[in-house]
């Protein structure tokens, strides 16, 4: 069996709508980072990650992802997709960013399947972007 898990950070409840709208969301293991202690977050040995968060301002990634530093350091050939919200009037230099940030801690020694950014609550086109992006990670 396939050992796949979603981690996600959200305030606003843009960024967990999107996980919530996985067709085989409940086949993932899935963790609310907000209900976490940064001790607590543990990646295990899943082979498959997705990591949602939004984004503050510009281009920072909530304070939460500097506490755990450690565990995303230390993860290692995992298949990992990035999802997130941001607010474009950022410019597309900070749009997002906080996935900018993560995607260059985690690329060195992981695969990065994907990059999804979206802005406020996720559309039908970016609800299905997401689903097709998942669904390519197992391909």
Known sequence: ?????????????????????????????????????????????????????MT??????????RKIFPQLSTMEKRKIGLFGSGQSHYGDEYFCGALDVLEGLLEKKNDINFKLKFESYPTPIV????????KEMFI
């Open 127 to 134: 609800i299905n972007e997401f689903k097709q992006l998942t």
């Open 1 to 53: 069996m396939i050992s796949k898990a979603i981690y996600y950070f959200s305030i606003t409840g843009n960024t967990k709508s999107l996980v919530e709208q996985l067709d085989d969301f409940t086949e993932w293991d899935v963790y609310d980072l907000n209900d976490m202690k940064p001790s607590e977050v543990n990646f295990k040995d899943y082979e498959y990650i997705l990591i949602g968060t």
């Open 56 to 65: 503050l301002g510009r281009g920072v990634p909530p304070a939460f992802f």
